[in-house]
């Protein structure tokens, strides 16, 4: 079965820094892979997801990702924090192929990302 | 074009009673997933329909049931509830699977007491 994992459950910086919320899969075979963001008392918003190709993933409010096949990772990446993107930040994961034993969509634990103003 | 919608927003109910959660998918959506969420859990995947047919199944007792209708509402139901099923119950539809990103709901506030 995959697994995701977030080895951080909080992540803190300052308004105008970059920040980096990290995330390594496990998966048979190639992976499909997704963020999303959840604001408090509400549910998931996606954000963006990597299928195929580059290997740099751009998606909304100027979040990018970056698809590393060797390091089994997908890191959440955006250039400058706001205070607005403080939330909680979930990768999560399904195999491409549908016959790779479980093709449920598994998510991480969830990294919590405060932006200090 | 509407979100996906939950109802009812918040639940309480008393440990052995049955609840049902509703959940209508943004229009041309016909894959509905379900999940609980829970502060020491996480997110965790309940099943998953597609076109009336459960497609996917996660690791919960055989209290979790759902279905899916031929306008692609689901609703999921837990019988003799527990302490324990107090979550968070997130609803996600997408026009298929596998590539598909999910669109969640609100969401679900249900407390067994």
């Known amino acids: 079965a995959q697994s995701v994992a977030q080895p951080e459950d909080q992540v803190n910086v300052a308004e105008g820094n970059p920040l980096t919320v990290k995330c390594t899969y496990s998966?048979?075979?190639?992976?499909?892979l997704f963020w999303y963001v959840q604001y408090p008392n509400r549910g998931l918003q996606f954000l963006l997801k990597?299928?195929?190709?580059?290997?740099l993933v751009k998606g909304s409010y100027g979040f990018e990702a970056e698809f590393n096949k060797s390091q089994t990772s997908f890191h959440l990446k955006k250039p400058s924090a706001l205070v607005s993107d403080s939330a909680l930040y979930f990768c999560a994961v399904r195999p491409a192929y549908s016959g790779a034993g479980s093709y449920q969509l598994t998510f991480g634990k969830g990294t919590k990302l405060s932006v200090i103003p | 074009k509407a979100g996906v919608t939950q109802t009812p927003r918040y639940l309480i109910k008393t440990r052995g009673q049955q609840v049902t959660l509703s959940c209508s998918p943004i229009?041309?959506?016909?894959?509905v997933s379900w999940y609980q969420q829970t502060p020491g859990q996480g997110l965790q995947f309940l099943f998953e329909y597609f076109s009336e047919t459960q497609r996917n199944k996660g690791n919960f007792p055989g209290r979790f049931s759902g279905r899916q209708f031929s306008n692609s509402r689901s609703e999921m139901n837990v019988s003799t509830l527990e302490l324990g099923d107090s979550a968070l119950y997130l609803c996600a539809s997408s026009k298929g699977q596998g590539v598909d990103e999910q669109y969640f709901g609100p969401g679900t506030r249900l407390t067994v007491t």
């Open positions: 998966v048979s075979g190639n992976p499909y």
């Open positions: 990597y299928i195929t190709g580059d290997n």
């Open positions: 229009s041309g959506h016909r894959s």
